[in-house]
Nanobody, 130 residues
């Protein structure tokens, strides 16, 4: 049984930093793409970043490029999202998700589209406010 558990969310002031952690059980990171998604009040779920567990290829949403960094420790089945220079608009529930590495990302909207992700964590709240 696959299980993803996020942690690291919290309240931070604008310009601050947080590091989210996703610990996975029941899957081999090298066989998956690990993604971070977020859902803010009154908005749909959007892809933030993802990383291939097999070759380390990364993708980022334009609004977080240069501020967020995704990484993994495959030996510990752990993924991270380092978030720097946080803004109020980054406030959301952040979810970790896993998609098979051979999923047809190009067909369904790319690796930041949630369609191909079939394992999800419960989410962790990030609030950016002064």
């Amino acid at each position: 049984q696959v299980q993803l558990v996020e942690s690291g969310g919290g309240l931070v002031q604008p310009g601050g930093s947080l590091r989210l952690t996703c610990i996975a059980a029941g899957l081999n990171f090298e066989d998956y793409v690990i993604g971070w998604f977020r859902r803010a009040p009154r908005t749909g779920r959007e892809g933030v970043s993802c990383i291939s567990g097999s070759d380390g290829t990364t993708h980022y949403q334009d609004s977080v490029k240069g501020r967020f960094t995704i990484s993994t420790n495959n030996a510990e089945n752990t993924a991270y999202l380092q978030m720097n220079n946080l803004r109020a608009e980054d406030s959301a529930i952040y979810y970790c998700a896993a998609a098979p590495k051979n999923a047809p990302f190009e067909v369904v909207g790319g690796p930041l589209d949630d369609f191909s992700y079939d394992h999800w964590g419960q989410g962790t709240q990030v609030t950016v406010s002064s």
